[in-house]
């Protein structure tokens, strides 16, 4: 337990900071790191790694599909550089799936159909999902509130809904999937993020002198249920792939954690629904 809080403390602290500097290339540089970790440890649960071009065509496409965005913003490149990193950037996927496919040709006895697909998928899911909280970090008037909530809307729920089940859990939700999440647990969740998100909103609002009505307390209340629900379905389709694969953690970078990966199943599926939301049903108004 000692492990667990001291690692949680230092990831959180070491969050704080990249937070702080959110308006600077450390952020997306930060970021990039998480998603080449946590791709990585994708790869190795589906035992992926001995496929070593495929491997590091997922790792960098990853990586690089969050670094070159925000460097190409930064203009840090003189004009003639700038272009030929726009036109790599733009080949970058399909080379990267090129490698991939090229990787599976070469060991057809050992490189499964499963493995490539599964590879694919995860650097588009977990890419794509980083480039929208790039996105909201981009947000000219709440960047760092979006940014924030996107990525604690996920653990918000989990808090809500572990007390929840500690508390009344009785019915058991995926027994075979996740034995301690409970029907209650989820409901608490549910409930807890709606709640908490009306007041979160409610809060920052009034700090910030915006109008905030009966329109804007259900929508943010839907935001937080939304997130909750969509939480739960991305911790469970991580518990899924685990079980499969006979594994516990998909790593041990923060010990008494597990991976990364561990950290932010949920958060791979909220802030996709979060960016969406907020993009479709505007809650807060442009700061004057």
């Known amino acids: 337990m ?20 959110h308006k600077t290339l450390v ?27 495929a491997t590091g065509a997922v790792l960098a496409y990853g990586i690089l599909s969050i670094i070159l965005p925000s460097l190409l913003d930064a203009r840090i490149f003189g004009d003639s550089w700038q272009i030929a990193v726009l036109y790599f ?9 090129t490698l991939i496919f090229w990787d599976y040709m070469r060991h057809p006895k050992t490189f499964t159909i499963e493995q490539g697909a599964f590879m694919i998928a995860s650097m588009i899911l977990v890419v794509n999902s980083f480039k929208m909280l790039l996105a909201l970090n981009h947000d000219e008037n709440h960047s760092l509130f979006y940014v924030i909530l ?8 989990d808090t809500g809904a572990y007390f929840s089940g500690v508390a009344m859990g009785k019915t058991k939700l995926c027994p075979e999937i996740s034995p301690k999440k409970t029907v209650e647990g989820f409901i608490g969740g549910l409930v807890s993020n709606t709640l908490l998100f009306v007041l979160i909103f409610f809060l920052y609002a009034r700090a910030n002198g915006i ?6 307390a259900l929508k943010s209340g839907l935001l937080g249920l939304v997130c909750a629900g969509v939480s739960v379905l ?19 970078i923060m010990p008494g954690h597990g991976g990364l ?28």
């Open 150 to 157: 996107a990525l604690c809307g996920a653990w918000i729920a």
């Open 211 to 216: 109008y905030f009505g009966l329109s804007e």
């Open 261 to 288: 990966m561990d950290r932010f199943d949920s958060v791979l599926f909220v802030i996709p629904a979060f960016y969406w939301y907020v993009q479709l049903f505007p809650i807060l108004y442009p700061i004057f």
């Open 27 to 53: 952020f997306p540089f930060a970021f990039a790191a998480i998603v080449g970790v946590i791709l990585f440890e994708l790869v190795r649960a589906i035992g992926g790694l001995q496929f070593k071009l």
């Open 2 to 21: 000692e492990q667990r809080i001291i690692s949680g403390v230092v990831g959180a602290a070491l969050l704080a900071v990249v937070l702080a500097l």
């Open 89 to 97: 950037y733009d080949v970058l996927m399909p080379v990267c799936l």
């Open 234 to 252: 991305g911790d469970l389709t991580a518990s899924v792939i685990k079980r499969q694969k006979g594994i516990k953690d998909y790593g041990n």
